[in-house]
């Protein structure tokens, strides 16, 4: 589990948008990009050509459920 000070220090490293802990991945808030960071063994993998672009229906729930939206 990712720790909430580790959270508030990590950023998207596309567009510096902050991002929110949806299970074993981190969501940006960006509404453009809508880029999901996977977690393994705890670690973040922040590569943006490793990153999955989310579909908006897809990022808006989950903006809804962190309420981020």
Not at 28 to 45: C, F, G, H, W
């Given at each position: 589990?990712?720790?909430?000070?580790?959270?508030?220090?990590?950023?998207?490293?596309?567009?510096?948008?902050?991002?929110?802990?949806?299970?074993?991945f981190?969501?940006?808030?960006?509404s453009?990009?809508?880029?999901?960071?996977?977690?393994?063994?705890?670690?973040?993998v922040m590569?943006?050509?490793?990153?999955?672009?989310?579909?908006?229906?897809?990022?808006?729930?989950?903006?809804?459920?962190h309420?981020?939206?």
């Amino acid at each position: 589990m990712i720790s909430k000070d580790l959270l508030d220090i990590l950023c998207c490293p596309k567009t510096k948008a902050e991002l929110v802990l949806d299970g074993e991945f981190l969501v940006s808030t960006d509404s453009e990009t809508r880029l999901r960071y996977r977690i393994e063994e705890n670690i973040p993998v922040m590569l943006v050509e490793e990153a999955e672009e989310l579909s908006v229906e897809e990022w808006q729930q989950i903006m809804e459920k962190h309420g981020t939206s």
